[in-house]
């Protein structure tokens, strides 16, 4: 390269504080080794290998040869699938939102949490978020400009002590709580009583809440997650995002939504109609489909999460591992054991996608207060979760002889 290039190829400064992509390293690797014959089972990535619900995809196909669907939809979403997803929460949760100003689609939960940290954040603004965290929590508020705060999620019981001590502390207060519950990566469950402390300390420290509610009914052993806007006086003060990804298995449709307060709403939307054009009509009517028709499948998909669960947990327990089964969501976090712990999470999945033709999620993946674990998603069928175990036991003794 001509060394004038060098100086013509200059990127913004923000990308200097974004790191490597962990799981995108992991992925590749699992590609290559695909591509090299290896048949390599992925626990890495949470990507459901579970269809569709049939009519949902029927509803697709029927309306995507409609050249009417085929222009730019409306931006914040088609009004009937924002009337529908109100009807959703006044049936699961007794909550009214108006369709209107308290709704709004977004091309997957991951990008609606981005641009609001765009529309919410900037330099100078800091933002509270439980850690370990999902990757986008933490750099959605970075790319924005702002300040995150790491707010340690273990354990529950402190979560809140330390949100007051930031909040007394740091002037100006932080403007953004940023929660997840059922939380990825942890699994940690939350009650009714939790949101509603949130919800007081919001107003008392004058800060916003973000709840992203991906996980809302992948949930085991009896336990119902709560909604954040179930809490009095929670939509005074925050917004909830939604997915359709893993509730009706339609990860790759990129099709959720935002609900809550009217004024957070409306700055979303604003930002998005600047960004893009919305989500494509016919996957927008499909997901009225899954929302009206499909809560009958919910419970099917349920049960094959929590069977791969049992399987997953118990197979780790016969191995050595000590495992906490989560209440929820569809992934096992679980804790190196000793002596491979040393090495450290990325160094240990490398040893397992390498070894054991077995991809992984590194516990450092999602904060420094990951490391030491690892996240496995619950995506395989159960005799492949078994290989997976078996493959991963005989790396674990291969590395004992190496005297790693």
């Known amino acids: 390269m001509d060394s004038n290039d060098d100086n013509t190829i200059r990127f913004a400064s923000r990308m200097e504080k974004l790191p490597p992509y962990l799981f995108g390293m992991i992925n590749s690797m699992k590609m290559e080794k695909r591509r090299n014959g290896d048949d390599v089972i992925d626990l890495g990535m949470g990507n459901p290998v579970d269809p569709t619900p049939d009519n949902v995809i029927e509803k697709l196909i029927e309306v995507a040869k409609d050249p009417k669907t085929h222009r730019y939809p409306v931006s914040s979403g088609m009004k009937n699938l924002k009337k529908e997803i109100s009807l959703y929460y006044k049936r699961h949760?007794?909550?009214?939102?108006?369709?209107?100003?308290?709704?709004?689609?977004?091309?997957?939960?991951?990008?609606?949490?981005?641009?609001?940290?765009?529309?919410?954040?900037?330099?100078?603004?800091?933002?509270?978020?439980?850690?370990?965290?999902?990757?986008?929590?933490?750099?959605?508020?970075?790319?924005?400009?702002?300040?995150?705060?790491?707010?340690?999620?273990?354990?529950?019981?402190?979560?809140?002590?330390?949100?007051?001590?930031?909040?007394?502390?740091?002037?100006?207060?932080?403007?953004?709580?940023?929660?997840?519950?059922?939380?990825?990566?942890?699994g940690t469950l939350c009650d009714a009583g939790l949101f509603k402390e949130i919800v007081t300390l919001a107003k008392r420290f004058k800060f916003m809440v973000i709840h992203d509610f991906a996980y809302s009914m992948i949930t085991f052993d009896g336990y119902k997650a709560p909604s954040f806007l179930e809490t009095p006086g929670a939509k005074d003060i925050g917004v909830e995002f939604g997915s359709f990804s893993k509730s009706y298995n339609m990860a790759g449709w990129r099709i959720g939504y935002c609900v809550g307060n009217p004024k957070i709403i409306a700055a979303l939307s604003k930002i998005k109609g600047y960004f893009d054009y919305g989500i494509f009509s016919a996957i927008q009517i499909a997901g009225i489909i899954a929302l009206r028709d499909c809560d009958n499948t919910i419970p099917e998909q349920v049960s094959l999460y929590q069977a791969r669960r049992d399987t997953l947990c118990s197979g780790l327990e016969r191995i050595g591992w000590k495992v906490t089964p989560p209440g929820a969501g569809m992934f096992a976090w679980v804790k190196i054991p000793e002596p491979y712990s040393k090495m450290g999470s990325m160094q240990f999945a490398i040893e397992m996608m390498n070894r054991a033709n077995v991809a992984v999620a590194p516990g450092v993946g999602f904060s420094e207060e990951g490391e030491g674990y690892l996240r496995l998603a619950l995506v395989e069928n159960e005799e492949r979760l078994r290989q997976a175990v078996r493959q991963m036991k005989k790396a674990m003794q291969e590395l004992d002889k190496e005297g790693f």
């Open 93 to 186: 949760y007794d909550i009214n939102l108006d369709a209107d100003s308290e709704t709004l689609l977004t091309i997957g939960s991951k990008e609606g949490i981005s641009h609001l940290c765009l529309a919410l954040l900037g330099p100078g603004d800091s933002v509270l978020v439980p850690a370990p965290a999902f990757p986008i929590h933490i750099y959605a508020a970075v790319i924005a400009g702002a300040t995150v705060v790491r707010v340690p999620i273990s354990p529950p019981e402190s979560f809140l002590n330390r949100i007051v001590n930031i909040c007394e502390s740091f002037h100006p207060g932080p403007k953004v709580l940023m929660i997840n519950y059922p939380h990825n990566p942890t």
